[in-house]
């Protein structure tokens, strides 16, 4: 069965009409799946709405079968699904250390707290270096390495990125990627949107295309990397309100 | 978004000036009621001994509909709410009065006059606070009205807290009401009139905008500040001429009279009964007050619960018709034709 | 130069119990960006309860804190629970807060008119009257003793805000609401706990206020528009920005008073908002424009 399941579901911003228009999609544990398309097209929202921070005007959210539409965003996280959103929305008057803790913020014991955070250390040795600095001093790459390690204090299910590489170097958006693959590795369950689609294709083993609100296309990321007419139809397209997705470029 | 944001009160789009039929007929009716509250004064003879009375609710209504409506430039189409506006009802009140012990001019006369010292005092505080947004503006306004009032109750020049005494007005007893009544007649209309020209102007598109999303309006090439500084400068002219022409009829000022914040929640109350950012909303808040407010008085008289009342009336129109009455109605489609002005 | 340093002493005395009154008001906007126009005149009713303590059974001022805290934190919870959650969706949440806040305390002024006239009252504990004499300086008790006070319960709030698990949510949703929500804090349950706190806080600062200043019902518009003007200087939604205005400007107001007359006191903080929005909008230690 299927970890995280969407079945129909619509939803928009306040009052504002839809912005996904009957999305269905599936997530298995352990896989690692992208979201890519054109800016607008709701890759974002997609996740807001699985996250609770939106709520879905139709459709369900079934995770493990179980419906989670229209629940807390605290109370998705309680059931195992992080997410990290594009401005990685950290506390920027708060260490590093105490963006860390406040990622466990739902774990009671102390000891697996420290512990994790031991671990978190280990994989970004950078944020140790500045563990007793406030998040709003950090630079863009620092910040999202803030953002996942916080995300990881948790031990979720299932982790839910953002634009990762948003607003980041190559250089460094490349070590951010570094360490998704190393959580594929480690068979974190992922969902990723991520604007750069080679990066992001390159990344994970299956994608859904999203444009205007509807998933267009889902297929394995290489088969949409390696096909130049489905790359060519999809992705090479003009659109008049939008930027043009230029495989091999960032936008 | 091609789609009207609907629970925004202040987002009703501007209409094109085309006729309908129910506009047309919506029309006649405006213009009917107008004369017969043109004609009302001379209407002795109809209605006999209560006239000075009618004179004088009439008078008080168009005085309430003129500070509504003018509250409505910067509270309703702009999105910025003042919580002292009355600080300019205050000073034309001051000014007219003033002019009128040195000078000797009548504030019938001179309230034009009062209107203009207003705005221009409204300009030069706009110019400090609408450098802000939001919470920060509308706690300038507030402290502005305790400020000024503060400033009254110590100037000795215009009598301090006990006030001043002004001539009383050169009209027999009889028929003193009248023209006080023509002039509040003239500020009512003409503060409407002003509101639904400024809603049907590029500078109202503007002002709106400004109240949906500042930010995207000034993305757009807006100058949001000049836009806010002319919208609440301007607001300012009604106010202070019905001010002046209200201190007069009491012939006394004092600042107890103008600058309390009671007078400040009632503006702000009429506009959002009636409808924030409707050009008929602050109309139909007004004359639902005034009404309102001589019904309670007659029967419970006139105590601190009045206060409690609006408070009250207040709470429930903001949390469940946040569109006002004109507003509401205009949601539902049922919008009669002569409150369409929009 | 000795009177100098007494009138300093004064002005940072009553500024301690501004920074108390004004902690309330910045913890609700911080919190939940709401803008409480009736902070005012919640403190003003718990003066009244003091005052009938202080009548009736004859409590100190300073015991009906027990009593005042408890109250108004529930009352908080109370007001909280059933009026904000609704517009919370709302598009303009600002200004709701504003107008809703308003209608509030006409409602909370009226009944206080009704019930209790607009008789001046405050209450007379023997220490109002008194004061310390250290050399040349002479210290009120009735100040003293308030200051101490608010010292002390700013100093807990601190102490729930840095070291308790609670503590750190109300300032991770102080700081990034979303962020909180997404590392797991019921935003909804702390926002309702900051503004039962926020309330308690004035419901002490009424206690206390009780035998500092004689207050009517209409007495909280002075107050609101002072204590408004104070966290605008700070920058809204800043604790330290309200607590240094508050010191800074209650001795400003202090020498004005002393320079001028008290009629001119309250002008002092009006002319330093005004002031701050001339040059520095956003206030000392506040954002950069927030959109309201």
Known sequence: MALLELDEVSSGYGYGPDILNGVSLSVESGKAYCIIGPNGAGKSTILKTVAGLLRPRKGEILLDGKPIGGMRPDLVLGAGICFVP?????????????????????????????????????????????VN???????????????LGRALMIKPRMMMIDEPSLGLAPQIADQIFDIIRRLIQLDMTLLLVEQNVVRGLASTEWSFLLDLGVLRLEAPSDQILDDPAIRELYLGRQREATQEVDIGEQS | MTKVDKADPAATPTRPMTETTSSRSGRVVVIVLTLLLALLPLARPLIGQPHNYVLQIGMVGLMWVALASSWNLIGGFTGYISLGHNVFYGIGGYASG?????????????????????????????????????????????ALLLMVGLLFDNWEFAGGSNGL??????????NVKIPFYYAMLVIAIGSVYFGYRVAHSKFGLALRAIAQDEIKAEVAGIDTRRM???????????????????????????????????IAAEMVLMSIIGGRGTVAGPVVGAVLLVALNEVSVSQFGSNELNIVVTGVIMLIVLMFFPMGVVGTLRERGHLPGFLDWD | MTHIIQVAILGLLLGGVYALMASGLTLMFGVMRIVNLAHGV?????????????????????????VTMPVFFLLGLLVYRMFFPRIEESPRFGEMTVLLTFALALIVEGLLSYFFTGTFRSTSPSYATEAFLIGDLFIPKAQLYASITSLILLFALWGFLYFTRTGYA?????????????????????????????MALAGAS???????????????????????????????????????????????????????????????????????????????????????
């Open chain 1, 133 to 147: 600095q406030h998040a709003g001093t950090l630079s863009g790459g620092e910040q999202q390495m803030l953002a």
């Open chain 2, 165 to 174: 005494s002004l001539p009383l007005p050169p009209f027999s007893l009889e």
């Open chain 3, 206 to 292: 009424g206690s206390l206020i009780s035998f500092l200043f004689p207050f009517f019902p209409n007495s909280h518009w002075r107050w609101i528009a002072i204590l408004l003007s104070l966290i605008v200087l700070g920058g809204l939604g800043s604790l330290k920005g309200a607590i240094v205005g508050a010191l800074f400007l209650a001795v400003a107001a202090a020498f004005v008073s002393d320079q001028f007359g008290p009629t001119w006191s309250p002008m002092t903080f009006f002319g330093a908002l005004f002031l701050i929005l001339l040059i520095r909008p956003r206030g000392l230690f506040g954002e950069k424009a927030r959109v309201g």
């Open chain 3, 42 to 66: 919640f403190i003003i009713a718990a003066s009244y309860l003091a005052f009938f303590l202080f009548t009736g059974p004859g409590w100190d001022p300073f015991l009906s804190l027990v």
């Open chain 2, 228 to 262: 806010k500084i002319a919208a609440f400068s301007l607001s300012a002219f009604w106010v202070g001429a019905a001010g002046a022409i209200w201190g007069y009829s009491l012939t006394y000022l004092r600042p107890s009279i103008f600058f309390t914040i009671a």
């Open chain 2, 98 to 142: 003033l002019i009128l012990l040195y000078f000797g001019l009548s504030p019938l006369l001179t309230f034009p006059i009062a209107g203009l010292i207003a705005v221009v005092f409204g300009f030069l505080v706009g110019l400090i606070t609408l450098r802000t947004r939001g919470p920060a503006f509308i706690i300038s306004t507030i």
């Open chain 1, 86 to 130: 594009q401005d990685r929305s950290l506390f920027p008057e708060m260490s590093v250390r105490e963006n860390l803790v406040m990622g466990a913020f739902l774990e009671p014991d102390r000891k697996v707290v420290s512990e994790r955070m031991a671990q978190v250390f280990e994989m970004f040795p950078l944020l140790e270096e500045r």
């Open chain 3, 170 to 198: 109300v300032r991770a949703t102080m700081q990034n609401r979303t962020a909180a929500q997404i590392v797991g804090v019921n935003v909804r349950r702390i926002s309702t706990l900051s503004f039962g706190i926020g």
